[in-house]
C-alpha cells in the first residue's frame, strides 16, 4: 500500500509528468495553511544554482506558484539498486539541488511541506529507505524525514510530510542564503540473495522526470 502522512493537511495534488506538472504548477499546489501575510506579487523569484548527485541529472527545472505557496521541482533520477543487474555503487542515491530563493527585505520563508511519489521493488528480506532533507547555508537544524520500505514489496508508494507553520523553521531574517534539497535512495539486500533476485527503489515509475512538491510559508521579520 502506498505510504502516506495525513497529519497536517491534503497532499499537494496528482502525480504527473514532468513537463505537465512545470506547466500546471500553480493548479497543483494548494494554498495549504493560512500565514498572517506573503510577500507582495513580483517580488519572489527561486533560481536553481546546482544539480549534485548520482541520483539525478543535469536536465532539472522548477515552477513557483503565483502566491508564493510552494514550487515543483523536476528532474531526472537513477533508483537505488542492489543484486542481479546493478553496479557497484548503485544502492545509494542522492541528489542535491541548490537554490537561491530571492524574496523582499523584512520577510523569511520556511518549508511545511512536502510530497515525493516513487515505487519499490523489494525481494523478500530486502530493505529500501527515502531520507528527504531541507536546510538553508549554514543553518542545518531543519528536520530530516526518513521513509522505510521493507520486501517482499512491489508497488508505488507516495509520501507527504507536514510541519506546523507555527514551529516550522524559518530561513534568517536580513540574509539571503541558499536553500538545500537533498532527496536520499537507499537499498540494503539483507536476507535476500543478491545473486539471484533484483531489490531497487525508485522516485516515479512513468518513465518521466521525477516531481517533488514543496510548500513554502511565509511572515514578516520582527521590526529591528
Partial sequence: ??????????????????????ALAAALL?????????PPPGSVAVELRTV?????????????????????????SSPARVGVGSRPGEARRICQLAL????????????????????????KGATGQLTVRHYVQAVPSWPTRTHRFTGPYDDVWETADFDDVGTAEYAPCGERRLLTLSTELRVDAGTSDPATTTSELGLNDTGSDTVARYRLAWKRCPAV
Fill in 100 to 123: 537561491d530563493v530571492q524574496f523582499p527585505r523584512g520577510f523569511t520563508y520556511a518549508i511545511t511541506g512536502t510530497e515525493h511519489t516513487g515505487y519499490a521493488r523489494l525481494a
Fill in 1 to 22: 500500500m502506498p505510504v502516506r502522512d495525513e497529519r497536517e493537511g491534503p497532499m499537494f495534488g496528482s502525480v504527473m509528468t514532468g513537463g505537465t506538472a512545470v
Fill in 52 to 76: 549534485n548527485g548520482s541520483g539525478c541529472g543535469v536536465r532539472t527545472s522548477l515552477a513557483v506558484a503565483p502566491d508564493y505557496s510552494g514550487f515543483i521541482t523536476s528532474y531526472e
Fill in 30 to 38: 494548494s494554498p495549504g495553511t493560512a500565514v498572517e501575510e506573503r
